[in-house]
């Protein structure tokens, strides 16, 4: 089992910025694929960024292309999603999640695990 733990969230004003960061224990014996999904009140969950085990490749969702980056830093177990010039329409709970098949995508059914989610309110 592996557990996720995400943190950073909280209230910003749009144009600002917030890092969010993931940590993960437990039984981490093999690479993993990690993304960030997101879910607003009264919508599915929607798939964010994801990033390779290498960190060298990495995919967005088109409506946060050019504003968020996701990173990671295997030595700590921790990934991280940079989220530049936020919006209004980014306010959700966002969540981490690994990949035990470390092949990117974007579909949620292809995740093992899950953080417990943190939210990020974006105030016009």
């Known amino acids: 089992q592996v557990q996720l733990v995400e943190s950073g969230g909280g209230l910003v004003q749009a144009g600002g910025s917030l890092r969010l960061s993931c940590i993960a224990s437990?039984?981490?014996?093999?690479?993993?694929?990690m993304g960030w999904f997101r879910q607003a009140p009264g919508k599915e969950r929607e798939f964010v960024a994801t990033?390779?085990?290498?960190?060298?490749?990495?995919h967005y969702a088109d409506s946060v292309t050019g504003r968020f980056t996701i990173s990671r830093d295997n030595a700590k177990n921790t990934v991280f999603l940079q989220m530049n010039n936020l919006k209004p329409e980014d306010t959700a709970v966002y969540y981490c999640?690994?990949?035990?098949?470390?092949?990117?995508?974007?579909?949620?059914?292809?995740?093992?695990?899950w953080g417990q989610g943190t939210q990020v309110t974006v105030s016009s």
């Open positions: 990033i390779t085990w290498s960190g060298h490749g990495t």
């Open positions: 999640a690994a990949d035990r098949a470390n092949v990117p995508t974007m579909r949620i059914s292809d995740y093992d695990y």
């Open positions: 437990g039984r981490i014996f093999s690479p993993y694929v």
